[in-house]
């Protein structure tokens, strides 16, 4: 008998089946799919390879194998190491989509193009959208909110959530601003992070978390239960806490 489980974790109904992982689809899956068969072209091994879809709607990836961390981190998601290959590997996965992303349409993602265009943006870059293999981080999935953007635009996003640049007292928390800020430049560093780029850095952290907050909104109004109840618990007071928090300790995370 093929084994089959919900997988938790997500806003997303998800199946796994055997060794395949079943997922709605949306008007922007074909967008993400052909992303998907790109990076399978260039042998990028760290995301899931696309199967088809079912009659019902559902596309057919990989089930990358792993440890997936939700908040509160576990161990291994907060070591060093985990840090470091996730920092390495949004950088192998920006280089691998950068010539896609010359000639890839700028619609018909789930979210608009953003200039100038560099690279596929995944859009979600967080340890509960990575696979761990031990304590090294080995995959990435999850690419609803993929679109063409600036590398900075993921970077941001993902130094915020792998520093991560939370507010001490928040579930989400580790360490103090002076432990935050070393595990951001060594997540910048390792990522091989631009001196442009580095300087706008700590702005576009700022930004990227008013927009996810505008999104969260948008998506409540126009009926998405899971953006209403992430609404109701809350979550959109801590990103925008976490932007104060940034903004107030900015010389600390410069770099």
Known sequence: MIERETLTGGINEVVRIGDKVHRPTGPWSPRVHDLLRHLASTGFTGAPRF?????????????????????????????????????????????????????????????PALDPVEVICHGDYAP?????????TAGVFDFDHARPGPRLWDVAYAAYRWAPLTAPGSTDALGDPAEQA????????????D????????????????????????????????????LAAGHHL??????????????????
């Open 182 to 193: 070393a595990r951001l430049r060594l997540f910048c560093d390792r990522y091989a992070l």
């Open 128 to 136: 509960y959208n990575c696979v761990l293999d031990g304590d090294r």
């Open 195 to 230: 001196a442009l780029s580095r300087a706008a850095l700590i702005d576009t952290v700022v930004v990227r978390l008013h927009t996810m907050v505008d999104f969260m909104r948008a998506q409540a109004a126009a009926g998405n239960a899971a953006f209403a109840g992430h």
């Open 238 to 255: 801590q990103y925008l806490g976490d932007a104060d928090y940034v903004q107030t300790h900015r010389s600390t995370f410069s770099v």
């Open 51 to 111: 199967h088809g879809v079912t009659e019902d709607g559902y596309e057919i990836l990989d089930f990358l194998p792993g440890e997936v961390s939700n908040f509160p981190l576990i161990p291994a998601a907060v070591s060093v190491p985990a840090l470091v290959s996730a920092a390495e590997l949004l950088r192998a996965y920006h280089d691998a989509t950068a010539g896609f992303a010359r000639s890839a349409p700028r619609d018909g993602w789930q979210l």
